[in-house]
């Protein structure tokens, strides 16, 4: 058999094997016991933090941790408690915390 021949075939099965790879991968998720780990904004769905800067026009701020994140949800004040309720992209969106009794 010719190299061309042997050329051929090998970028064939190269293909093949990459498509199937992949058919099965997605078949079969890995189990892990911390799905957000590489997803932080969700890390953050649920929790309460304090706006950093206040929410005008529907965006704003908070502070968490040490980084700094884009904030949207109903216009209010620096200092207000909110709860991330989603995220969009590298956006949390929040809504005014409940007061705690």
């Known amino acids: 058999m010719g190299w061309e ?3 051929v075939i090998f970028a064939v099965l190269s293909v093949v094997a990459g498509i199937a790879g992949r058919i099965w991968v997605s078949h079969r998720p ?3 016991d911390e799905p ?3 997803r ?3 890390q953050y ?4 933090f304090t ?3 206040a929410i005008v026009n529907g965006v704003g701020k908070i502070k968490v941790g ?3 994140w884009r904030v949207s949800g109903d216009d209010m ?3 207000s408690q909110v709860s991330v309720v989603d995220v969009e992209g590298v956006t949390l969106r929040v809504e005014k915390a409940p007061v705690a009794d």
Request: no cysteine; glycine share 16%; aromatic share 0%.
């Open 30 to 32: 890995t189990e892990t």
């Open 36 to 38: 957000n780990l590489n």
């Open 5 to 7: 021949a042997q050329l």
């Open 51 to 53: 706006l950093d800067g």
């Open 45 to 48: 769905i649920g929790r309460v």
């Open 66 to 68: 040490d980084s700094h």
């Open 40 to 42: 932080r904004g969700e």
């Open 77 to 79: 004040p620096a200092g």
